[in-house]
């Protein structure tokens, strides 16, 4: 049983490690950059106007990893996974936290 276990959890890494490919793009002045800011701003105001509090940072959170996941898909089709501006970016996730934060202290602010 713990054999099967084990050997499930083997080839589930294997499969997420040959999956995930990290984008070596780490221009923080890019475009790209900033659409991600934009939209991490703008996601967390769309998430206030439906008044989740605190979820909206997990649900927006979500929804900034769910976008990088297709944006991968996309460059694997495209045979240009790796290069950069496609794959997985913890740049571009980053700055969709930041957007987030802004709109976080404007909406504060403006209370």
């Known amino acids: 049983m713990l054999d099967s276990i084990k050997t499930f959890f083997v080839n589930a890494w294997r499969f997420v490690k040959s999956y995930l490919v990290f984008d070596p793009d780490r221009d923080w002045r890019s ?59 913890l740049v571009d996730l980053a700055y969709d936290e930041i957007g987030m934060l802004l709109a976080i202290i404007l909406l504060a602010v403006s209370r």
């Open 31 to 89: 475009l790209d950059k900033m659409q991600h800011l934009l939209g991490g701003f703008g996601v967390r105001l769309a998430m206030e106007l439906k008044e989740m509090g605190w979820e909206a940072i997990f649900w927006s959170s979500v929804i900034f990893l769910v976008y990088e996941l297709g944006q991968t898909d996309v460059a694997r089709s495209l045979k240009k996974l790796g290069q950069p501006g496609y794959g997985i970016g």
